[in-house]
């Protein structure tokens, strides 16, 4: 059965009201939750960054729902120290935790201050992370020295259910090189015919049969103007391509790389409708194409409207199929 996650946006809200909205989403009948993972925000105007390994835990104990969490080993983040707390949150949480693992964006791994490398060398950092993440999920002692270092690294605090590696893919290429190692695809919606190229990718590459997480970015409001300027001034930021995304460095260069953004621009990264059988026919268009668990980001700021009216009207008629 497919899981309908409310996803959780660090960059948008205080960490209370985060674990406010998804103790409401798991009343109003979402099946799982979703935390980004955010050192900046994309823009000053969203204006919040909590430490999403700290809130996972608190939204764990605050309810019974899985989560899953997108992190980038290799730069801000040692990959010992992110099998370490992953594996402390399975250990407490049996079969609740997925974790996505990406190459990264410069917005939060730049602040290290050490040299940002290209996609290519970026993916090579991904697998050496992700193998030395695995070796030590499975009790190995771990000595590594490549494009990150471990010396005699043990994990002894470890999960009974082992965790899978779910790995993160925009583009078509990425995907079909994670269906040859990764447990799982986690990507983004776009278009119907772009988004079935990143899903036929992954088959390609051996991921047939793995579970697929979509992240769906979507505008919900009482109008349709509403929904649209709420997209406008919380997301206009966020609709470039994955070069950009992944190459700008701080929240006043995305702002400046969107002033020329206008809000009809916003349909191709976020789907807006004051219409939830819109929606519902958009989200089972993306269940046609495979995923299992649809993560909805509702990108403007009113939360507890879109959670009140997806659980009354779109999640009984997605659950039905």
Known sequence: MVKIA???????????????YVQMAQRAG?????????????????????FSWAWLGAAMQATSLPFGVICAPGQRYHPAIVAQAAATLAEMFPDRLWVSLASGEALNERITGEHWPPKSERNARLKECVDIIRALWAGETVTHYGRVRVEEAKLYTRPEIPLPVI????????????????????????????????????????????????????????????????????????????????????????????????????????????????????????????????VLHNVNLEQEQFIEVFGEKVLPAIAKG
């Open 30 to 50: 979402f099946t799982a939750g979703s935390s980004s993972d955010h050192f900046h925000p994309w823009s000053d105007r969203q204006g919040e960054s909590g």
């Open 6 to 20: 409310y996803h959780a946006s660090h960059e948008q809200f205080k960490p209370s009201a985060l674990l406010k």
């Open 167 to 294: 790995g993160a893919a925009v583009t078509a290429e990425t995907a079909e090189w994670l269906g040859s190692w990764a447990d799982g695809l986690y990507t983004t919606s776009r278009p119907p015919e772009e988004l079935k190229k990143v899903v036929e990718a992954f088959y390609r590459g051996g991921g047939e049969g793995k579970p697929m997480y979509l992240k769906v970015q979507l505008s919900y409001a009482k109008d349709e103007t509403e929904a649209r300027l709420g997209a406008y001034e919380q997301w206009r930021t966020n609709i470039f391509r994955s070069v950009a995304l992944a190459e700008l460095w701080t929240p006043k260069q995305f702002d400046a790389a969107a002033q020329f953004v206008r809000p009809e621009d916003m349909d191709r990264c976020v789907r807006i409708s004051a219409e939830p059988q819109q929606h519902i026919e958009w989200l089972q268009k993306d269940l046609e194409l495979g995923f299992s668990e649809l």
